[in-house]
């Protein structure tokens, strides 16, 4: 088996709604992390199969998705309440905490079998290749199912994944989903 190593360290990238020059504090983004820990746990790594891992995901991408659920751009039911009074100063800061945790993953499987639309955004190990994509290592199959059936009716938006799932069939959802969750992964909290 394979063994890769990535480490984010938390890059001031943009995200939309929020400027470039709030500079996200780590510290400060592991004290506010109390109130992820239930649902994401203290190290990013979900607790619950409906949560995602957001330990070392991009810091951008996180910044986005917290703004979108404080702004009602992105809805859900738990998110959307936790998100709505974060100021831009705390969602920076969050998003350089778990942004900023070290990701390794291990393959279950040949990386040639990875899901062909997947691959160039999410990479054949599910570690994200660009900075508006998630990682998806390790989420359980409950969770990718659930995000690409959300995008394939319309429920979640995104220019380009909106695209790429409304034609996807739910045994091809499915098999993708697997793909992704039988990647081991492991997230190392960096203090």
């Known amino acids: ?34 109130q992820c820990r239930t649902c994401h746990g203290a190290d990013g790594y979900a607790q ?28 859900h039911e738990m998110m959307s309440i936790v998100a709505r009074s974060l100021t831009d100063q705390q969602i920076a800061d969050l998003a350089a905490w778990y942004g900023g945790h070290k990701v390794t993953v291990e393959m279950q499987a040949d990386p040639s079998g990875a899901p062909e639309l997947c691959v160039a955004c999410h990479g054949a190990d599910g570690i994200h290749l660009i900075d508006d994509a998630p990682n998806l290592a390790g989420e359980t199959n409950i969770y990718i199912d659930t995000q690409l059936k959300a995008f394939r ?36 909290t960096v203090q």
Do not use: C
């Open 1 to 34: 088996m394979r063994l890769l190593t990535l480490v984010f360290l938390g890059g001031l990238l943009p995200a939309e709604n929020i400027s470039a020059e709030i500079v996200g504090d780590r510290d400060a983004g592991r004290k506010i992390s109390g």
């Open 48 to 75: 619950i199969p409906i949560a995602p891992h957001i330990g070392g995901e991009p810091e951008s991408y996180l910044r986005a998705q917290l703004t979108a659920f404080r702004d009602g751009t992105r809805e």
């Open 153 to 188: 009716t319309g429920k979640r938006v995104h220019e380009t994944m909106s695209a790429v799932a409304a034609d996807l069939t739910d045994e091809e959802i499915r098999a993708y989903a697997d793909w992704y969750a039988a990647v081991k992964l492991y997230i190392e």
